[in-house]
C-alpha cells in the first residue's frame, strides 16, 4: 500500500551558514557601523541584537533574506517580542522550530479527512504525519492540498513508497 511521511524539519547546516554570512554582511555595511549589532546561533535560537530597534528590525532583514537564499523556511522561525536590553539597546530572539506538534497533527490530519478521498488514511507518528493510501493519485492530491494550506509550519513530504 502506497504511503508517505509528513515532516516538519529543516537544515541546521544551513541555518549556520545564513547566520554567519549575516554576521559577515553586518560587520561590512556602513548603516551598522558602532551600532555593535550581533547575530548569533544558540541552543535552538537565534539571538539578534542592536543600538536600536530600527537597526534591530534591519538586522531581521538581513537574516530573513540569508535564510531565504539557502532554501530555510521562514515559518521554521519562531519570532519572540523585542526587548530592551542594557544601555538602551534592542533584543529579540527567534527560535528555530523543527517538527509536528500534537495540535498541527491534528490540523494536517483535519486538512487530509476533509478532502474525502476514498482509501486515504493517515495517523501521527511522534513529530511526523503518516498517510497511507490505496492509489498512488489520492497521496498526490494529498500532497498538492497540504502544499496549498498554510499550517504556519514549513512542510515536507518523505518516504514516499508504492
Not at 554582511?25 to 556602513?30: A, D, G, I, K
Not at 555593535?36 to 542592536?50: F, N
Request: hydrophobic share 40%; no cysteine; aromatic share 4%.
Amino acid at each position: 500500500m502506497p504511503s508517505f511521511d509528513v515532516v516538519s524539519q529543516f537544515d541546521l547546516q544551513e541555518v549556520r551558514n545564513a547566520v554567519d554570512q549575516a554576521a559577515r554582511e553586518v560587520h561590512t555595511r556602513f548603516d551598522f557601523k558602532g551600532t555593535d549589532s550581533v547575530v548569533e546561533l544558540g541552543d535552538g535560537a537565534i539571538r539578534l541584537e542592536s543600538s536600536t530597534e530600527d537597526r534591530l528590525a534591519a538586522l531581521v532583514v538581513v537574516l530573513e533574506e540569508k535564510l531565504v537564499r539557502r532554501n530555510v523556511s521562514l515559518k521554521a522561525l519562531d519570532w519572540g517580542n523585542v526587548e530592551e536590553a542594557s544601555g538602551a539597546r534592542a533584543r529579540q530572539v527567534a527560535g528555530l522550530r523543527a517538527g509536528i506538534d500534537s495540535e498541527k497533527a491534528r490540523a494536517v490530519n483535519k486538512a487530509i479527512k476533509d478532502l474525502g478521498l476514498k482509501g486515504v488514511q493517515s495517523q501521527t507518528q511522534g513529530d511526523q504525519v503518516r498517510v497511507t493510501g490505496k492509489k498512488r493519485d489520492a497521496l498526490q492530491e494529498v500532497i498538492a492540498a497540504l502544499k496549498a494550506t498554510d499550517l504556519g509550519i514549513p512542510l515536507q513530504f518523505e518516504n514516499f513508497r508504492d
